[in-house]
């Protein structure tokens, strides 16, 4: 591997091993005010909730690397100690994207970008109308990293209400991953669409204890056909299959049936023709069912001991 020491390259050069690498990031679009009146919106990929109780959400204001000037967000967030967080969907991405140019302090990014400004209830900044969330905020501090250009600027903000569009909530009352079509920022130009395909559900109850990977047996541990994620569905679970649901499975299973009839004098490509019919399994969702099959040849061998 490549050692990289940020001390020994340009920041501008740390800046993007840093950020490709530290993907996908949320994006907070933060709207302030200045003391003019005038109507401030930037998006910030240094972002994520901190804290539930109380409700805290951070984001970070870097310095330039250019010339090691900052932003307007900051000296506005420095002046009145307020904004909104909007989150960015792929509907206003590139709305957003038009935001993000370094426009004179006197000239509001949201008429440059055709965004809407509308009023907020608990605080001076404007929500994004087309944001689906927005979060209005006091900022509780501000934390500077450094001096140089590069160095952030850490703004801890207490939530003091949000507001969600109707469209994006799903009849648990919980937000739709799919409906809400969250945008979120790699390295460079690069992007990410929250939604279809790119979803994926891991479901894994912190609470309890699961069997883990050093109580996996060695021949699942040592095969060539499943990956750590395969390996990880099986030690994900908290018990192995009982030895009655294995037996069911060699004696109403024709395909199992079919494995231990060719290869059955054969304990090496057994197991493999087993590990992939567990791998099928385990493509189609069947955890339990692909356990089982990658069990069998346990039964087998303390059968024949």
């Known amino acids: 591997m490549r050692k990289i020491v940020p001390s020994e390259i340009a920041t501008k050069d740390w800046y993007q091993f840093m950020v490709g690498a530290i ?19 930037a998006p910030y990929s240094f972002f994520n909730a901190f804290s539930a109780d109380p409700p805290v959400l951070v984001f970070s204001s870097n310095r330039r690397v250019s010339d090691n000037t900052t932003k307007d967000t900051l000296h506005n967030v420095e002046l009145n100690q307020e904004v909104v967080i909007n989150v960015v969907n792929h509907a206003m991405v590139r709305q957003m994207a ?13 008429e440059k970008s055709g965004l809407t400004a509308i009023p907020s ?47 994006v909530i799903d009849d648990r009352g919980r937000i739709d991953p799919h409906k809400i079509d969250l945008v979120g920022r790699l390295g460079r130009g690069h992007y990410v669409r929250v939604s279809g395909d790119a979803i994926f559900d891991v479901y894994q109850a912190p609470e309890e204890i699961a069997l883990g990977f050093d109580n996996l047996p060695t021949h699942l541990l040592s ?12 030690a994900g679970q908290l018990d192995y299959p009982n030895q009655e649901s294995v037996e069911d499975l060699i004696d109403l299973d024709s395909n199992i ?4 009839e060719i290869y059955g004098e054969d304990d090496e490509q057994l197991l493999e023709a087993l590990h992939k019919a567990a791998k099928v399994a385990l ?12 069990m069998v040849f346990e039964l087998i061998d303390m059968d024949e001991e």
Not at 257 to 260: K, P, R, V
């Open 283 to 294: 493509n189609q969702g069947q955890v339990d069912q692909a356990f089982r099959i990658a």
């Open 121 to 167: 209830e608990e605080v001076a900044p404007y929500r994004v109308a087309e944001s689906p969330v927005q979060f209005e905020c006091k900022v509780s501090e501000i934390i500077p990293l450094g001096t140089d250009g590069g160095a952030g600027h850490l703004v801890i903000c207490k939530v003091l209400c949000m507001h969600v569009e109707e469209a």
């Open 23 to 41: 993907a996908p990031r949320p994006i907070a679009f933060v709207s302030t005010i200045d003391e003019n009146g005038v109507a401030n919106v």
């Open 223 to 234: 095969s060539t056909v499943f990956t750590g994620n395969d390996l990880a569905q099986f």
């Open 257 to 260: 049936q079919n494995l231990l």
């Open 98 to 110: 038009i935001a993000s140019i370094s426009y004179p302090a006197d000239v509001s990014e949201f």
